[in-house]
């Protein structure tokens, strides 16, 4: 159950598109379709962006897409803005009903 | 509006043991699987435990298998974690999550757990 890798840092100015890697193995992210993303302020509860590696839950801006190849997801932000900037983390079902999270990727926005 | 509260947090001596509650509202609890997510300070979330809503079902990280245990009550719509044989690499703010489609959503706030002597 080793973490999914993920930059630990990302930025880009308002307006730009940023995007964060998350790769794991065949065993978990390259074998399911059940990757998930959140975003965490600081001092705040993590908040689903993203699930089934594309969906975006209700109340969700459609900024945020998901994608994947092979054994690596990815969560693109669009149109990038202040109160983008948080930490995101993405997870992976991993057989078994066991999951394991990305190691997080913190977003600054210049 | 679906809500989730935690609650027992503290401060608890290694070796030690404590009980978490996630009280939960606004929607069918007995439908959904339910999970136990950690973030120790200034690190990452860590998935520690699974339970189905038929309470049949329970899954465990590796790190805290034997010394963790999940549990609900349906008709409490609460849902538990006890800790026994504390560490200090325990300490961490523990998350309640609804589990829905492989993914966590939503979550509670959080309560601190500091394992010192």
């Known amino acids: 159950q080793s973490a999914l890798t993920q930059p630990a840092s990302v930025s880009g100015s308002p307006g730009q598109s940023i995007t964060i890697s998350c790769t794991g193995t065949?065993?978990?992210?390259?074998?399911?379709?059940?990757v998930s993303w959140y975003q965490q302020h600081p001092g705040k509860a993590p908040k689903l962006m993203l699930y089934e590696g594309t969906k975006q839950p209700s109340g969700v801006s459609n900024r945020f897409s998901g994608s994947k190849s092979g054994n690596t997801a990815s969560l693109t932000i669009s149109g990038l803005q202040a109160e983008d900037e948080a930490d995101y983390y993405c997870?992976?079902?991993?057989?078994?009903?066991?999951?394991?999270f990305g190691t997080g990727t913190k977003v600054t926005v210049v | 509006e679906v809500q989730l509260v935690e609650s027992g947090g503290g401060l608890v001596k290694p070796g030690g043991s404590l009980r978490l509650s996630c009280a939960a509202s606004g929607f069918a609890f007995r439908n959904y699987g339910m999970n136990w997510v950690r973030q120790a300070p200034g690190k990452g979330l860590e998935w520690l435990s699974s339970i189905s809503g038929s309470t049949s079902y329970f899954y465990y990280a590796d790190s805290v298998k034997g010394r963790f245990t999940i549990s609900r009550d349906n008709a409490k719509n609460s849902l538990y974690l006890q800790m026994n044989s504390l560490r200090a690499e325990d300490t961490a703010v523990y998350y309640c999550a609804r589990g829905q489609s492989g993914s966590f959503d939503p979550w509670g706030q959080g309560t601190l757990v500091t394992v010192s002597s």
């Open positions: 997870c992976s079902h991993a057989g078994s009903s066991i999951y394991v």
């Open positions: 065949s065993s978990d992210v390259g074998g399911y379709n059940l």
